[in-house]
């Protein structure tokens, strides 16, 4: 059997960061200008954090959806580095989604990492579910995101009816109550 072709790899590389691109356009938003997140993190963009987030600037559209694939590219070379087996372009994206949205130790040095080596696939996805705390505390819109990871992981449908407005009344209900805030 031959090796997979450079095209055929860069093209499940591109349909993995375009689901994680989905899933985190989805639960993070945008926001042009920097905010602490619910935990205190200075963020900017799609969920972009890190010292080079300049308080008080104005980030353009390109910029932010530049942050974006960069910070996507940062977290699939995670996943891949920790879990270098063959993944299917469902699994890739809601790993790489997960690695984006809480770093690299989603995928490496964890159960999930454990059992995705150990090739139990259901279980590593089942994993996901666990990843819904940020500052020790359970947030509705960390719980959803996990959820719609999980679904992908495990090739499931999503966002069956109206993705947008479904996403919003979740996330507004989980704002409301006092659970997550990124509008």
Not at 39 to 68: I, K, Q
Not at 70 to 96: E, F, K, N, Y
Not at 154 to 181: D, Q, T, V, Y
Request: glycine fraction near 10%; charged fraction near 20%.
């Amino acid at each position: 059997m031959s090796p997979p072709s450079k095209r055929l790899v860069g093209s499940v590389a591109g349909v993995a960061l375009t689901l994680a691109a989905a899933i985190a356009t989805r639960w993070e938003g945008v926001r042009y200008t920097p905010y602490r997140d619910p935990v205190g993190v200075l963020t900017v963009c799609y969920g972009h954090t890190g010292p080079d987030v300049v308080p008080g600037r104005t980030y353009s559209r390109a910029e932010c959806e530049a942050l974006l694939q960069h910070d996507l590219a940062i977290a699939r070379a995670a996943v891949h580095r920790c879990i270098p087996v063959p993944l299917l372009p469902q699994i890739d994206g809601a790993l790489t989604d997960a690695a984006f949205n809480l770093g690299p130790r989603v995928v490496c040095g964890s159960t999930l990492q454990k059992k995705a080596l150990a090739n139990d696939w259901p279980g590593a996805c089942a994993q996901l579910d666990l990843w819904n705390k940020a500052g020790g505390r359970v947030y509705d819109g960390l719980v959803y995101r996990r959820d719609d990871e999980r679904a992908l992981c495990e090739g499931r449908a999503l966002w069956p009816k109206a993705a947008g407005s479904f996403c919003r009344s979740r996330w507004a209900a989980s704002s409301a109550s006092g659970s997550a805030s990124r509008a």
